[in-house]
């Protein structure tokens, strides 16, 4: 069980959401839209703001805030995010993966839910200082690099890293919002 938690205080937040087993269910496109198009959603109507993203095989590493710093509303916006997208994708799984990957997913750890897609921990760490907001920004996004799965952290599709690091203002699949210190 997690024990950091979104606390009254810190505004900006470091999450990770790992795949069940670290299943590496982000290999094609089809599921990245489905979480980046939950992002924009909860853009658009929960007043989740987006800083930075990362969408690799097996996990998700995302800077977020609301939009009025609000933690409990954040608290909440990210939980129904997780539970949407955990359903979407886990269907997914079923659906167009291997069978072994909905086996696993429809064998929850937890006897109360048909199918976990997410780990349990979604491990909130509070972004205190503009020093550790950019060790956290510059991880996430070289972390497609350190795995070998781009030589520049710009060139990984499912992620931010081109919006904000080129010099050239590029597309993004996630509405994303800068964060001021």
């Excluded at 993203?53 to 609301?66: K, M, S």
């Excluded at 993966?97 to 750890?109: D, E, K, L």
Aim: glycine content about 4%; hydrophobic content about 40%.
């Amino acid at each position: 069980m997690e024990t950091a938690r979104i606390q009254e205080g810190a505004g900006v937040y470091y999450l990770t959401f790992t795949v069940v087993y670290w299943l590496p269910v982000f290999v094609a496109a089809e599921p990245c839209f489905i979480f980046t198009e939950s992002l924009n959603y909860c853009h658009q109507h929960k007043s989740l703001r987006i800083n930075a993203f990362v969408i690799i095989p097996t996990h998700v590493h995302l800077i977020v805030f609301d939009a009025d710093f609000d933690n409990a509303r954040l608290n909440k916006t990210v939980t129904a995010m997780r539970q949407y997208t955990g359903r979407q994708l886990a269907n997914y799984c079923h659906e167009k993966m291997p069978a072994v990957f909905g086996q696993v997913i429809g064998s929850p750890r937890r006897k109360d839910r048909a199918n976990q897609f997410w780990q349990q921990s979604k491990h909130p760490v509070a972004i205190w200082s503009e020093a550790f907001w950019r060790t956290k920004f510059d991880y996430l996004h070289d972390n497609p690099r350190r795995k070998g799965l781009v030589h520049e952290a710009a060139d990984w599709r499912f992620s931010s890293a081109a919006y904000w690091l080129r010099e050239q203002v590029t597309d993004c699949d996630v509405k994303l919002t800068g964060v001021a210190w």
